[in-house]
């Protein structure tokens, strides 16, 4: 069946504009998470979505980073004013947990590789 | 603050040698995955733990979880070209709910 998948593959953008960044979960995901990783660098957690609770923005690293989760599927990533530091490849992952301590296999989109100018 | 350390950070082994990588978290965790990154290529997920003292095979790979359920390790045996990438640990905090925090992977190389 189809993966997750994020677009746009790639995103070149000027210093100070905003973009948007869009992923499409494994359908009856219930759970969503964006992460962001640096050139040579380790994932780092961003946001999480579970259902309709309230997500989980503690790994939002500035107030320029907002999340959307609409209609409990597809997500948008949004930085405003973009800084050259927020260059990374941004890569969404869903999971069928719908449970706490359920097994919580997480399947990663392809990315968007983001670069600030 | 709540962290997951991986070590080591690069690792370059002869073909057929074995490799360990480590995990270590400063609070214990309910869980812990494993997830394989190749070059180029977006996080896989490998295998969870759940238990203390866990361990679980696939082929040639052996993954534990230690009995405080504060370090982890995966152990992969006479390594092949086909294992090269990074190997992340993820590990969800017990002290906070749907926390997850990412090691920052070891790049395993291999020499022909």
Redesign the interface.
Known sequence: GAGVSQSPSNKVTEKGKDVELRCDPISGHTALYWYRQSLGQGLEFLIYFQGNSAPDKSGLPSDRFSAERTGGSVSTLTIQRTQQEDSAVYLCASSLASAKWAQETQYFGPGTRLLVL | GQQVM?IPQYQHVQEGEDFTTYCNSSTTL??I?WYKQRPGG????LI?L?KSGEVKKQKRLTFQFGEAKKNSSLHITATQTTDVGTY?C?G?MMNR?????????TRLHILP
């Open positions: 991986q309910s869980n995955q977006h996080p896989v997920f969870q759940v992340f993820a969800r709910d749907d926390k997850i925090i990412f090691g920052k992977g």
